[in-house]
């Protein structure tokens, strides 16, 4: 037999609309009950679940029109990519890049370990406390360009990057995207339970830099280890080897480019800022760049009209990838995933159910790979179930923590995820064979956290006092 060939990204991603559409005429089609809350967020009603009295099947034809509803739906992750490409394309006219790189490259030419691991921390960090993902787009083609540099690869920038990123919502401390919208609808003080996961932070970031460094190791030893040595070079094949010198427009367009990261992040913490208005902010960026640089309005607006055609593909995956969940959507099996997954829990022991509410929420982060999306979806079914188990509810919002940051790595419905591998001219086969290792060591440690959890009875402390009335509602929704 031949060598296997694995499938174009695009190729995969359109297969899963094709499997999602069986789905829909296999799996039973049901729905839950929903409650519209204060924010209006619709969230779930535990013990609610009804099968719909007649099934409705989806057509091929409908399966084809998902897919431009599906572009309709991404448009907002699509539309700041490629903007994001045109900026960073007027960026790399400017040399500032060029010239940032050779610095870095004085700084981290001969320690490509401190490099990997301040890049997971850092990434890791922000994550953890401010719930930064698209924002670390902007770095990828800087990092891509510093490890070509250092005789790395590309598959090394997109994996310090990603490891920060989902370790950072894996082991969060306080993002309110995911973890205090999981505390609230558990019920226990926001933030609390904090000990442990500060506790565990640094071992997690330790196991993605591991497993970073240990592949880059192969890559300098022997450029043919690469995973992407057959791929070309998203910034191309030439080499730079004399960087320019960083002048003050350099540092005026390094400058004002940590500011925008900075507004950005106080303005997505404290005023709701999501992707229009970030890319409102770079577009701001590109054109203070512009002028800073002294480059002209033609030459500006001709590299920005070409970084964004390089993204044209990322841009197309992303949307297809949002058909997936959206064909689970129309079939009315997405509830129907998330309660048949969650029924087998109730039959087993207190740590074997947390580690089961892990997987759960691993899996379902494929069809609903929103963080908070989930936790509206999820908790209010997990914390019934927590408390008939008798595990503490901080348990159950940690599993989901897990669940839901580590398997964001991964999961090819994931936008950001597919717009950070694309700009990298990464292929999601290749990304696959790379990460797919590294979960399964984050799983491993999540699941030995998940027992001692329950164990030690994490989170009792924080436990509600539950009412006779309210212990019977939940046994009926059991």
Not at 179 to 207: E, H, N, T, Y
Request: charged content about 10%.
């Amino acid at each position: 037999m031949g060598k296997f060939k694995v499938p174009h990204t695009l190729t995969l991603l359109f297969s899963m609309m094709v499997l999602a559409l069986i789905a829909t005429w296999i799996v039973p089609q049901g729905f839950f009950q929903t409650e519209t809350l204060a924010n209006g967020r619709s969230v779930v009603q535990a013990g609610t679940f009804t099968l719909v009295e007649e099934r409705s099947y989806l057509s091929p034809w409908q399966l084809l029109t998902a897919i431009p509803r599906a572009f309709a739906s991404a448009q907002d992750v699509i539309f700041f990519v490629m903007i994001l490409g045109g900026v960073l394309s007027i960026a790399r006219a400017t040399g500032t890049v060029d010239a940032l790189i050779g610095r870095l490259l004085e700084r981290f030419g001969t320690q490509p370990q401190l490099l990997i691991f301040m890049v997971v921390f850092c990434f890791a960090m922000a994550s953890s406390f401010i719930g930064t993902a698209g924002e670390y787009i902007p770095f990828v083609l800087i990092l891509v360009a510093l490890c070509k540099a250092m005789r790395l690869d590309a598959m090394t920038a997109v994996g310090m990057t990603v490891a920060g990123y989902g370790i950072g919502y894996g082991i969060s401390a306080v993002n309110p995207f995911t973890l205090v919208i999981a505390q609230q609808i558990a019920d226990i003080p926001i933030l609390s339970g904090w000990p442990l996961r500060a506790a565990i932070f640094l071992p997690f970031v330790l196991i993605g830099f591991h497993h970073v460094w240990s592949y880059s190791k192969k890559v300098l030893a022997d450029p043919n280890q690469s995973m992407v040595k057959d791929l070309p070079c998203p910034l191309g094949d030439k080499a730079a080897v004399n960087y320019p010198a960083l002048t003050l427009a350099h540092r005026l367009v390094l400058g004002s480019f940590v500011l925008t990261i900075g507004v950005v992040a106080y303005n997505i913490r404290v005023n709701g800022w999501y992707l229009y208005e970030l890319g409102a902010a770079f577009i701001a960026w590109g054109l203070f760049t512009t002028l800073v640089s002294n480059i002209s309005a033609d030459t500006a607006a001709k590299k920005f009209i070409e970084g964004t055609m390089e993204l044209t593909t990322t841009a197309i995956l992303i949307g297809v990838a949002r058909g997936i969940s959206l064909i689970l959507e129309d079939g009315q099996v997405l509830h129907s995933l998330v309660h048949g997954m969650s029924m087998p829990l109730s039959y087993v022991g207190a740590e074997i159910a947390a580690i089961g509410m892990l997987v759960i929420q691993t899996l379902l982060n494929f069809f609903i790979p929103s963080g908070s999306g989930q936790a509206y979806v999820t908790m209010p079914l997990m914390v019934p179930l927590a408390d008939l188990l008798e595990i503490p509810r901080q348990v159950a919002v940690l599993a989901y923590q897990f669940g839901d940051g580590f398997s964001n790595m991964i999961i090819p419905t994931n936008a950001i995820l597919m717009g950070i591998i694309g700009i990298a001219g990464i292929p999601y086969g290749h990304w696959f064979r790379f990460c797919l290792p590294l979960i399964f060591k984050l799983m491993l440690a999540s699941s030995v956290v998940l027992v001692l959890a329950v164990m030690f009875d994490y989170g009792d402390d924080v436990q509600p006092e539950l009412s006779t009335q309210q212990t019977t509602v939940l046994e009926n929704a059991a």
